[in-house]
C-alpha cells in the first residue's frame, strides 16, 4: 500500500531544462506526481543566455551531467537512469523522443504499458522510409502512449504504423509570460524573424523578398552558422537589420515595436516563437511546415504559406494594408494562450486515478 501512495505519475526524462520545459512541468506538479531527469544542463548549440536553467523550478529533478548535452557520458547516465526506476516507482516513464541512447535504454528497461513517448517530429522533417525509419518503427513497438504537438506530428506516428494511443497537446512547453503594457498597433510595414540563423529557417529566401520590398523592413533576432553569408546578403539593404542574440527576458520589447512576427522555415518541429508572437498581440505570418501553423487561421489571426513559394509571400505582403491589419489585431484578440496551455497540462493529466 505504501509503494502505491508513493507512486510517481510520470518519470519525465528530457533533453536539456529549457525555460519552456520547466514552465510545463511545474504546471504539471500542481496535480501530478512528476520526477524529471535532465540529460545535461546545456548545450553547446548557439542560443539565448536564458534558454536552459535551474531556476524557479516546483518539482523534484535530476540532473545527470553538468556538462553540455554533446559532452554528456552516456553510460554513465543510462546507469543513472536504470538505478532511479528502481528506486521510484511510477506509472509511467516518458521518454522525450528517440534521438538519444538513454532513451533506447528506457525503451528496453521498460514493459511496454509504462513506455509513453513525447513526438515533436513532424511529417515534413522525418524519414518514413529507409535504415532510419525502420529503427522508429522499431522503437515505436514499445511504446504505448504518445503525446504529439499537432496533426502533423500525428501524421508522423501513423506513417510509422504506430498503433498506440495519441494524445495531440498543441504545444512543446509554456513559453515565459512577462508582463507588458498592450500597445495600439498600428501597421507600419515592420516584421521580424527570432531564432537561430541556419538553413532550414530559410532566411535567404526571406531577405531575397525583402530586397525587393525596399519599403518594408524586417529585424533579425538571433545567432547562427549563417549570420555571416545572411549580412553579405542583406548588404546595402538599408530595410534589414540584425539584432543579435538576445535574451528571452528582453524580447518583449522586440514584438511590440514590430508589425507582425515571419517563420518562413522548411521544416520545424513546433516554433515557439508564434507562441510568444501570439502572447505580445501580435499577427504572424508562417510556413505550413512549421508545427505551430495549427496555432494560425489563415486571414483571422494570420497567415499560412508555402515555404518555396516566393510569389505567395509576396502577394500576402503586398496585399496588407491598415484595415486587414486592424481585422488580422481582431483576431488575435481572440485567441488564448492561457486557454491553449491549460489545455495541453490536462492532455497529460486525463487518465489519472
Same mark, same amino acid.
Given at each position: 500500500?505504501?509503494?502505491?501512495?508513493?507512486?510517481?505519475?510520470?518519470?519525465?526524462?528530457?533533453?536539456?531544462?529549457?525555460?519552456?520545459?520547466?514552465?510545463?512541468?511545474?504546471?504539471?506538479?500542481?496535480?501530478?506526481?512528476?520526477?524529471?531527469?535532465?540529460?545535461?544542463?546545456?548545450?553547446?548549440?548557439?542560443?539565448?543566455?536564458?534558454?536552459?536553467?535551474?531556476?524557479?523550478?516546483?518539482?523534484?529533478?535530476?540532473?545527470?551531467?553538468?556538462?553540455?548535452?554533446?559532452n554528456r557520458s552516456v553510460l554513465k547516465n543510462i546507469l543513472q537512469l536504470k538505478a532511479l526506476l528502481q528506486n521510484r516507482p511510477t506509472k509511467r516513464v516518458l521518454i522525450s523522443g528517440w534521438d538519444c541512447l538513454e532513451f533506447w535504454a528506457l525503451r528496453f528497461l521498460n514493459p511496454k504499458d509504462k513506455n509513453a513517448i513525447v513526438v515533436e517530429s513532424s511529417i515534413y522533417e522525418s524519414k518514413t522510409c529507409g535504415l532510419k525509419a525502420w529503427l522508429k518503427k522499431f522503437f515505436l513497438k514499445k511504446i504505448s502512449l504518445a503525446f504529439v504537438c499537432a496533426s502533423t506530428h500525428k501524421e508522423l506516428l501513423k506513417a510509422l504504423n504506430f498503433k498506440g494511443e495519441i494524445r495531440e497537446t498543441?504545444?512543446?512547453?509554456?513559453?515565459?509570460?512577462?508582463?507588458?503594457?498592450?500597445?495600439?498597433?498600428?501597421?507600419?510595414?515592420?516584421?521580424?524573424?527570432?531564432?537561430?540563423?541556419?538553413?532550414?529557417?530559410?532566411?535567404?529566401?526571406?531577405?531575397?523578398?525583402?530586397?525587393?520590398? +525596399?519599403? #518594408?523592413?524586417?529585424? &533579425?533576432? %538571433? *545567432?547562427? @552558422?549563417?549570420?555571416?553569408?545572411? !549580412?553579405?546578403?542583406?548588404?546595402? =539593404?538599408?530595410?534589414?537589420?540584425?539584432?543579435?542574440?538576445?535574451?528571452?527576458?528582453?524580447?518583449?520589447?522586440?514584438?511590440?515595436?514590430?508589425?507582425?512576427?515571419?517563420?518562413?522555415?522548411?521544416?520545424?518541429?513546433?516554433?515557439?516563437?508564434?507562441?510568444?508572437?501570439?502572447?505580445?498581440?501580435?499577427?504572424?505570418?508562417?510556413?505550413?511546415?512549421?508545427?505551430?501553423?495549427?496555432?494560425?487561421?489563415?486571414?483571422?489571426?494570420?497567415?499560412?504559406?508555402?515555404?518555396?513559394?516566393?510569389?505567395?509571400?509576396?502577394?500576402?505582403?503586398?496585399?496588407?494594408?491598415? +484595415?486587414? #491589419?486592424?481585422?488580422? &489585431?481582431? %483576431? *488575435?484578440? @481572440?485567441?488564448?494562450?492561457?486557454? !491553449?496551455?491549460?489545455?495541453?497540462? =490536462?492532455?497529460?493529466?486525463?487518465?489519472?486515478?
Amino acid at each position: 500500500m505504501q509503494k502505491v501512495e508513493n507512486m510517481l505519475d510520470y518519470v519525465i526524462v528530457t533533453h536539456l531544462p529549457t525555460f519552456y520545459k520547466i514552465n510545463l512541468y511545474n504546471e504539471l506538479a500542481k496535480n501530478l506526481k512528476i520526477f524529471v531527469v535532465f540529460l545535461a544542463l546545456d548545450t553547446n548549440e548557439k542560443r539565448a543566455s536564458d534558454f536552459s536553467h535551474l531556476e524557479n523550478i516546483s518539482f523534484e529533478y535530476l540532473l545527470l551531467s553538468k556538462d553540455c548535452l554533446q559532452n554528456r557520458s552516456v553510460l554513465k547516465n543510462i546507469l543513472q537512469l536504470k538505478a532511479l526506476l528502481q528506486n521510484r516507482p511510477t506509472k509511467r516513464v516518458l521518454i522525450s523522443g528517440w534521438d538519444c541512447l538513454e532513451f533506447w535504454a528506457l525503451r528496453f528497461l521498460n514493459p511496454k504499458d509504462k513506455n509513453a513517448i513525447v513526438v515533436e517530429s513532424s511529417i515534413y522533417e522525418s524519414k518514413t522510409c529507409g535504415l532510419k525509419a525502420w529503427l522508429k518503427k522499431f522503437f515505436l513497438k514499445k511504446i504505448s502512449l504518445a503525446f504529439v504537438c499537432a496533426s502533423t506530428h500525428k501524421e508522423l506516428l501513423k506513417a510509422l504504423n504506430f498503433k498506440g494511443e495519441i494524445r495531440e497537446t498543441l504545444g512543446v512547453g509554456i513559453i515565459n509570460k512577462l508582463d507588458f503594457k498592450p500597445k495600439l498597433r498600428r501597421y507600419h510595414k515592420k516584421f521580424l524573424f527570432v531564432g537561430r540563423l541556419i538553413a532550414v529557417k530559410n532566411l535567404e529566401f526571406l531577405i531575397e523578398i525583402f530586397k525587393e520590398l +525596399k519599403d #518594408y523592413h524586417l529585424s &533579425l533576432v %538571433g *545567432v547562427g @552558422e549563417l549570420e555571416e553569408s545572411l !549580412k553579405e546578403l542583406a548588404k546595402g =539593404a538599408v530595410n534589414i537589420q540584425f539584432l543579435g542574440a538576445m535574451p528571452n527576458a528582453e524580447l518583449s520589447r522586440i514584438y511590440l515595436e514590430h508589425d507582425m512576427l515571419i517563420l518562413a522555415s522548411l521544416k520545424e518541429t513546433w516554433g515557439l516563437v508564434v507562441e510568444e508572437a501570439l502572447y505580445y498581440k501580435m499577427p504572424v505570418i508562417v510556413s505550413e511546415n512549421c508545427g505551430a501553423s495549427a496555432l494560425i487561421k489563415h486571414g483571422v489571426n494570420g497567415f499560412i504559406f508555402k515555404p518555396s513559394h516566393k510569389e505567395s509571400l509576396k502577394e500576402i505582403l503586398l496585399d496588407l494594408d491598415n +484595415k486587414k #491589419y486592424l481585422h488580422l &489585431l481582431e %483576431g *488575435v484578440e @481572440e485567441f488564448s494562450i492561457d486557454k !491553449k496551455d491549460k489545455r495541453q497540462v =490536462a492532455v497529460y493529466s486525463c487518465d489519472r486515478d
